[in-house]
């Protein structure tokens, strides 16, 4: 049901990165993380400042065993985080 209301909700608005970003968190639960990792990849190519998408990011990275990206995506996560003090 959710994967449904996402697809739809990607359908109407590409322009939003809320939808590639529920949609990524989808699927880590899913335990798909290769499938997962396009949508936050692409809601990152529509917006590099939202620390969510770096965080899903280093999440989904960690799951795949790519470890120096997971530490990149978890560094950008505290740097950006950090200054929102």
């Known amino acids: ?4 209301s996402l697809t739809q ?3 109407l608005d590409q322009s939003s990165t809320e939808p ?4 990524g968190r989808l ?5 798909d993380p290769q499938t997962e990792s396009n949508y936050p990849e692409h809601a990152e190519s529509m917006n590099l ?3 969510i998408t770096h965080y899903m990011l ?3 990275y960690r799951s ?4 120096d990206e997971a530490k990149k995506e978890f560094d950008l996560v505290a740097k950006r ?3 929102m003090r």
Do not use: P
Not at 1 to 4: L, N
């Open 1 to 4: 049901m959710a994967q449904q």
């Open 20 to 23: 590639f970003i529920l949609m």
């Open 9 to 11: 909700a990607l359908s």
């Open 49 to 51: 400042s939202n620390f």
């Open 58 to 60: 280093a999440q989904t």
């Open 27 to 31: 699927f880590l639960d899913d335990e």
């Open 81 to 83: 985080h950090s200054g």
């Open 64 to 67: 795949m065993g790519r470890t």
